[in-house]
């Protein structure tokens, strides 16, 4: 157990619908990064937030967005949804990154949310 | 932007063998990790590399960080049915913050 906490496990839903995933990082993490992981691109860097505040983007479409609360909890928003948007997404925490080289810079992943878009 | 390499795609081996995999990028990290996912599981941290020429163990498990800081490998000594997983690379660059990660090596051990 990462102590990463995504929900929910598995959604199916149908194209043009609006979905929400939430994460909850690891106790005292300030950290939360996105993931998209589909069988052909391998794991894609999202978003990543740091104490509520966006640090870094990568391939997230503009159909998507995220948000990091007070509490450090975070939500993946995806709308307007197409079949391509079917994959696993993660979610993964860390204190913060930018102490990769004098700490463990290591992600703790939690164990996704699988979307299915039919 | 950055890209890691990483072979093979996939391998298929016999329980009690050794197995070798890397990651090659034209970009310079000043860190690489190692991954595995379970089916059905996020990735979990195997071993962390942070200075070239660094060489890490972890059980069973030996990473390397290139001299060049654009390589890394990972081998697997004594394979066993449950090292069954993809094994993914990550590299973290000097100019930002975010791991890249390589496209995974699916691992398949033969009792």
């Known amino acids: 157990d990462s102590g990463v906490t995504q929900t929910p496990k598995h959604l199916i839903t149908a194209t043009g619908q609006r979905v929400t995933l939430r994460c909850s990082p690891r106790?005292?993490?300030?950290?939360v990064y996105w993931y998209q992981q589909s069988l052909d691109q391998g794991l894609q860097f999202l978003i990543q937030y740091y104490n509520g505040e966006e640090r870094a983007k990568g391939n997230i479409l503009e159909r998507f967005s995220a948000q990091q609360f007070p509490d450090l909890h975070s939500e993946l928003n995806l709308s307007s949804l197409e079949l391509g948007d079917s994959a696993l997404y993660f979610c993964a925490s860390s204190a913060d990154l930018r102490t990769a080289l004098s700490g463990t810079g290591e992600l703790f992943f939690g164990e996704g949310s699988r979307l299915t878009v039919l | 932007g950055q890209q890691l390499n990483q072979s093979p795609q996939s391998m298929f081996i016999q329980e009690g063998e050794d197995v070798s995999m890397n990651c090659t990028s034209s970009?310079?990290?000043?860190?690489w990790l190692w991954y595995k996912q379970d089916p059905g599981e996020g990735p979990v941290l195997l071993i962390a590399l942070y200075k070239a020429g660094e060489l890490t163990s972890n059980g069973r498990l030996t990473a390397q960080f290139g001299i060049t800081r654009k390589d890394s490998f990972l081998n697997i000594s004594a394979s066993i049915p449950s090292d069954v997983g993809i094994y993914f690379c990550?590299?973290?660059?000097?100019?930002?913050?975010?791991?890249?990660f390589g496209k995974g090596t699916l691992l398949t051990v033969n009792p």
């Open positions: 106790s005292g993490d300030l950290s």
């Open positions: 990550a590299g973290l660059g000097s100019s930002n913050y975010k791991l890249t």
């Open positions: 970009s310079i990290f000043n860190t």
